[in-house]
């Protein structure tokens, strides 16, 4: 099945006392390139990510990852009293009172307001568990992402298998306009051989006039390039049903149909098919750069 490498999914969700949002989005690449964004006490999260996404087979295409963490409840936070420093404070807001005669306003949310005598303590985060938290969410923007390729891939297969068949039915006519073109030039080349030999006053050798056409016929025939063709149109056709990437066989394939397209257009000796092989190359260069975006 063919899959687009550009995609994109998204999706929310809440648990652990985490609200969460996943975006996923992605460009072709040669390779698994993939780049995981989260807030900076969840770096642990980037590891578990990739493995996700080759897990579900991905393998191919240059992928953003964005997970967006807010905490609605948290039981990793502990508010710690420095006792220490706030006997201190009380002590010198008391020797201020009395030097200076203030009035005596020392009270709790007046002390509080000193934001130093409190110190935050964060737990370690259960890694385990946050990953838990977030995977129903990660999965859910997963399976968006993965429908996303899966549309664009069949999109790109239709129009990539059309355009092949019309460069079938162009070989098939260049095939049938160089049998009709050997034919004709090995009538003419007998010919000519035997009128050059008639007025060099030779008498012909019937075996090896024979022989030269024979040769001649061999030079300008494309019987293999055809059989080849055929054969890779086969195996472009099965790969695109094939489940698993396929992009990379595909743009062998497509090196291979190329060079025997070329190999045609070389021997060709008849405007006709010349025309017929720059019609199927230009079909041939849209659907490698089609193949380019397909994992």
Same mark, same amino acid.
């Given at each position: ?31 698994? *390139?993939? %780049? ?26 240059? $992928? ?18 420095? %006792? ?20 005596? *306003? @020392? ?66 006519? @260049? ?33 090896? @006039?024979? %022989?030269?056409?024979? $040769? ?22 099965? %790969? ?10 595909? *743009? ?34 849209? @659907? ?8």
């Amino acid at each position: 099945m063919a899959k687009s490498m550009t995609a994109y999914g998204r999706a929310t969700g809440s648990g652990g006392g985490k609200d969460f949002q996943v975006e996923l989005k992605s460009v072709n690449s040669r390779y698994f *390139d993939c %780049t995981v964004k989260v807030p900076r006490n969840y770096g642990f999260l980037e590891e578990k990510v990739k493995t996700r996404l080759q897990q579900a087979g991905i393998s191919r295409g240059k $992928i953003e990852v964005y997970i967006g963490i807010d905490v609605i409840e948290s039981a990793n936070l502990e508010l710690m009293l420095d %006792t220490a420093f706030a006997a201190s404070y009380i002590a010198a807001l008391r020797r201020l009172r009395d030097e200076f005669g203030l009035a005596d *306003d @020392i009270s709790v949310m007046a002390v509080a307001q000193n934001r130093d005598i409190f110190n935050v303590r964060r737990h370690d985060e259960d890694t385990e568990r946050a990953w838990q938290d977030l995977l129903p969410v990660f999965d859910q923007a997963l399976a968006a992402f993965e429908a996303s390729r899966s549309a664009e891939g069949e999109n790109l297969r239709r129009d990539m298998e059309e355009k092949m068949r019309r460069v079938a039915e162009t070989v098939a006519r @260049i095939g049938e306009k160089s049998a009709q073109n050997i034919a004709l030039y090995h009538a003419r080349l007998e010919e000519r051989l035997r009128r050059t030999l008639d007025d060099l006053g030779i008498k012909a050798d019937d075996a090896r @006039i024979l %022989t030269e056409c024979a $040769i001649f016929a061999d030079k300008v025939g494309i019987d293999e390039e055809l059989v080849r063709l055929q054969s890779h149109f086969s195996a472009f056709h099965d %790969t695109m049903a094939s489940d698993g990437p396929i992009g990379r066989r595909l *743009d062998f394939l497509m090196q291979e149909i190329n060079r025997e397209v070329n190999t045609i257009g070389s021997k060709s000796l008849d405007a006709e098919i010349s025309q017929f092989v720059v019609d199927c190359k230009c079909e041939l260069e849209k @659907i490698r750069e089609q193949i380019q975006n397909i994992e």
